[in-house]
């Protein structure tokens, strides 16, 4: 079955560590997508990439980084410049064009910083 | 700027009754309307959208939302709940903005369903 896999589930970072995300999705999507969630401030986007090689700063891209080397694939790395990274991390593929969309999600990670 | 409201973090409602939960967007064109739904620790998955056309939206699990532009709002229901409908909703609005499309998202509201 095609979907989002995010890996690891849990993943725990020390102080002045970077680490990093993964996201591989097998649906051909071109555009893809990191959000950050918070309790209670719902969704908020990170980084968004169209196609491989290209990618946007969101909302919140301060002490993280991105890359797209292949299609498939759209990890995210939390750098130690990132003061509060505990949170729940989400990776979205778009799928359509033009007035007719959507998203899929993975399953997401959840980082604690120990 | 674009926003979305949902103006109840939490809701709680016994199993059998119906839902309405609401969502206001501030969006100057045609809005594209998503809601989703995320169990603990789980993903988003889309319960259904709006694009065009037909105000009132059937999606998944029985659920369904009337997009009202008077009103500026795009809240979704259910007649009769279920146990298994607790979990966090989410309203979001799409965005299409320098060659990009992109979701902005509510806070969420926390559906609790007691027996």
């Known amino acids: 079955d095609g979907g989002i896999t995010q890996s690891p589930k849990y993943l725990f970072r020390k102080e002045g560590q970077n680490v990093t995300l993964s996201c591989e999705q097998n649906?051909?999507?071109?555009?893809m997508y990191w959000y950050r969630q918070d309790p209670g401030q719902g969704l908020r986007l990170i980084y968004y990439?169209?196609?491989?090689?290209?990618?946007q700063k969101g909302d919140i891209a301060e002490g993280y980084s991105v890359s797209r080397e292949k299609k498939e694939s759209f990890p995210l790395t939390v750098t130690s410049a990132q003061k509060n990274p505990t949170a729940f991390y989400l990776c979205a593929s778009k799928q359509g064009t033009g007035n007719n969309y959507g998203y899929t999600f993975g399953s997401g990670t959840r980082l604690t910083v120990v | 700027a674009q926003s979305v409201t949902q103006p109840d973090i939490h809701i709680t409602v016994s199993e059998g009754a119906s839902l309405e939960l609401r969502c206001n967007y501030s969006?100057?064109?045609?809005?594209?309307l998503f809601w989703y739904v995320q169990s603990p620790g789980q993903g988003l998955q889309l319960l259904l959208k709006?694009?065009?056309?037909?105000?009132l939206v059937q999606g998944i699990k029985g659920f369904e939302a009337e997009f009202k532009r008077s009103q500026s709002s795009f809240n979704l229901r259910k007649p009769s709940v279920h146990w298994s409908d607790a979990a966090e909703y989410f309203c979001?609005?799409?965005?299409?903005?320098?060659?990009?499309?992109?979701?902005?998202f509510g806070a969420g509201t926390r559906l609790a369903v007691h027996p």
């Open positions: 969006y100057g064109a045609t809005p594209y």
């Open positions: 990439s169209q196609i491989v090689n290209d990618f």
């Open positions: 709006y694009f065009s056309g037909d105000t």
């Open positions: 649906l051909n999507h071109d555009a």
């Open positions: 979001a609005v799409g965005r299409f903005s320098g060659g990009y499309n992109k979701l902005i």
